[in-house]
Structures are given as C-alpha cells and as structure tokens.
C-alpha cells in the first residue's frame, strides 16, 4: 500500500472546540511526505488528477476497504505519482477534527474525494454542500439515512456530484452464529455512540433480531471511545452472555478496551465488524471490506475518467464473510464451541498455528489446509 498522508495521530487529545477547528485547519498545511495541502491546487491541463481521501479512524474494516480501494484504483491505471496525486488524512476518530478536513479539502478545490466511514461521509458531504467536488464514498451502512441527500427513490436518487457504495450488514446472522456456538445465548449486551447515524441503524435492527430469536438485550449508551471499557463491565454485569459490536466507529476505535471487559467477565465479542476477531473476538459475520472497498475503487476511476458521477448508482454490496478467533473460547463461562459443521462457512480462524484462510466451500476436514496466511 502507498504510504499515506496521515496528518492527524494524536490531535484530538490537545485541542477541544474552536481551538481545536482551528489548530486543526493550521496543521493541515502540513505533511509527513513532504506535501502540503496547496498541492491540492488547481492542476495543469497534464497534472496527475488530484484525490484526497478522508479516512474517519484506523478500524481493521476501514483499513481493509481502503487496501481494495488502492488495489482497483492501481489496476484501472490510477496509482499515486502516476495518473493521479493522492493526499491521505485520517481523523483517527474525531469528528472536529474530521470536518475540519473536509473544509480544507472541499476548499482546495480537488479532482475527486473519497471517504471511508460514515461520519467522514457526513464532514465531506456537509461541506460540499454546493457539489464543488465529485465526492465517492464507501464504507458506509446505511448512506439513504445518512443525511447527505441520498434518497429512496432508486440507485440515481442522489446528489450529482455524490455517488458511493453501501454495506449494511443484517445483525440477525451473527446472532444465530451466535447461538450455534452456545446454544444456551440467552441475553446480549450492546454498546453503542447514539450520536452515530449508522450505529443507530444497526442497533435498531439488532434489537428486531433479537426479539424474533428470543435473545434479551441490554444496552449502554457512549459518547466516545474512553468510556466503552465501564459500560462494557456494566453489562456483564447485567447478565450479558456475550458483547456484540455493530456498526459503530466509537466503540470499534476502542475495540480492545470490549474484548477485555468481556474476558475479565467470561464472556466473549461477537458482531458484524470484520477485524474484530484479530483483536480478541470471538466471531465476526460481516461483508467483505476488501471488496468493498475494491468495488469503491471502480467507481473513482470512472469519475476519474470523465463518467458524470450523476449517472452512477449509489450501490449496495454485501459480500458474506465470516471470521472466529477459537483462541477466544479460554475463560468463556459456558459452553461456547466451534461446531465442526460451522467451519463450512468460515472464511478466517484463527488457532493456536496462527491466522487461516479459504475458498468458501471447501469440505470442512480440509477447510484450513493451507498455510497459515500472513
């Protein structure tokens, strides 16, 4: 992967407000790889074509959807000193800092901007309000609920210049996985930012699920990353028999601080975040990231080339993909396993001879035959 243009580790901790907007806007004029944000200027006729992408955090999703992003933009002939100039910011989870980003971006007039995660959808679209900028967009749950003007009425019902990909995935498959790793899953414990629009799809859609199997929710509300640790204890105490991790940005930013809250318990994460099971979860039933992000690379190199992004349809992707970490049974309260006949439908494990992966389909007893991947 090219190496990115990171600006933003570390700033939310010294700045709240105003100062920290307009500490912010100061330190975008600065960059790691030597660039400044006044590269983003209007090119010559045979300049590379401009591309900010605007990153909302270092999630193991987000960072896989912008790892597909790369691969199809190269191999449509679009890569970084090449065809186009890329200039990468990640607000690492902070969303002052992510719009002040995205002014900056809009303001400097680029060819094209990208955003990974909702809420960097929401900064970007929120200040391109006039459509200066072709904007594609991926990574996103549920882009119609989003408020940035995409509508119901079919794929083209959107802003001109605003065109994406949407990944929602159903709640209800990782709580059956659940189930059939422990039959006796009876109550789920959910943490969850009610600031995030994409969050509240996801919870919503969990607690229907949820009811329909019969399973008992309990919920803690956050309003950012330091305070997951203590809700997640208090939902272990609550009687939670497991954590599950949807579509939230704040609670993923703080994964770790779930999982631990979950072992000191006995009890394990699952969800719908691909990623999660790297940090500790036990299970993890989502869309593929990758290709996600690949299939949001097609879209860029078409309004890249010319394509009006007004004719383009926001789609919607969902490429099933499962991981489990068996490492994570240890110290669980309760029966938890990895039925045999569950490892049929498996693309990641994760054991004690490393990380696997497989073609979907392979007969079980030769599932994760290959070598450990990388």
Same mark, same amino acid.
């Given at each position: 992967m090219p190496k990115r243009n990171t600006v933003w580790p570390?700033?939310?901790?010294?700045?709240?407000?105003? =100062?920290?907007?307009?500490?912010?806007? $100061?330190?975008?004029?600065?960059?790691?790889?030597?660039?400044?944000?006044?590269? %983003? #200027? &209007?090119?010559?006729?045979?300049?590379?074509?401009?591309?900010?992408?605007?990153?909302y955090s270092s999630t193991p999703p987000l960072e896989e959807s912008a790892r597909g992003f790369l691969d199809a933009l190269g191999e449509l002939g679009f890569r970084d000193g090449g065809r186009i100039r890329l200039t990468w910011y990640n =607000?690492?989870?902070?969303?002052?800092? $992510?719009?002040?980003?995205?002014?900056?971006?809009?303001?400097?007039?680029?060819? %094209? #901007? &990208?955003t990974f995660g909702t809420p960097a959808l929401q900064a970007v679209a929120n200040a391109n309000r006039e459509g200066r900028v072709p904007h594609v967009f991926g990574a996103v749950a549920a882009p119609r609920t989003a408020g940035v003007g995409i509508g119901a009425q079919g794929p083209l019902d959107h802003?001109?210049?605003?065109?994406?990909?949407?990944?929602?995935?159903?709640?209800?498959?990782?709580?059956?996985?659940?189930r059939r790793m422990f039959p006796g899953l009876r109550t789920i414990g959910i943490v969850w930012n009610a600031a995030e629009s994409n969050s509240r799809i996801y919870t919503e859609a969990a607690r229907a699920a949820c009811q329909a199997l019969g399973i008992n929710v309990v919920e803690a509300n956050v309003d950012n990353s330091n305070g997951v640790a203590e809700s997640a204890a208090s939902l272990v105490a609550r009687g939670a028999d497991a954590l599950w991790l949807g579509g939230d940005n704040t609670v993923m930013s703080a994964v770790g601080s779930l999982v631990l809250a979950g072992q000191?318990?006995?009890?394990?994460?699952?969800?719908?975040?691909?990623?999660?099971?790297?940090?500790g979860a036990l299970l993890s039933s989502g869309t593929n990231p990758y290709e996600n992000g690949r299939e949001m690379g097609r879209l860029a190199a078409k309004v890249l080339d010319g394509i009006d992004a007004a004719t383009l349809p926001v789609e919607e992707l969902f490429i099933p993909y499962t991981e489990i970490n068996s490492l994570a049974l240890e110290g669980l309260k309760g029966s938890w396993h990895v039925p045999l006949d569950l490892l049929r439908e498996v693309?990641?494990?994760?054991?004690?001879?490393?990380?696997?992966?497989?073609?979907?389909?392979?007969?079980?007893?030769a599932a994760f035959a290959m070598k450990p991947r990388s």
């Open positions: 570390g700033v939310q901790r010294l700045v709240l407000g105003t =100062a920290c907007i307009l500490i912010a806007a $100061a330190l975008l004029l600065v960059s790691d790889t030597g660039r400044r944000a006044g590269t %983003l #200027a &209007a090119p010559r006729s045979n300049a590379p074509r401009r591309v900010a992408v605007l990153q =607000a690492e989870a902070d969303m002052p800092i $992510a719009s002040a980003i995205a002014r900056e971006i809009i303001n400097a007039h680029v060819d %094209l #901007a &990208a802003p001109k210049h605003l065109v994406g990909v949407g990944t929602f995935v159903q709640p209800e498959q990782s709580f059956r996985l659940a000191r318990g006995g009890v394990p994460v699952v969800g719908t975040m691909t990623g999660t099971v790297e940090k693309d990641t494990l994760i054991d004690e001879a490393g990380t696997h992966a497989r073609m979907r389909g392979a007969p079980a007893a």
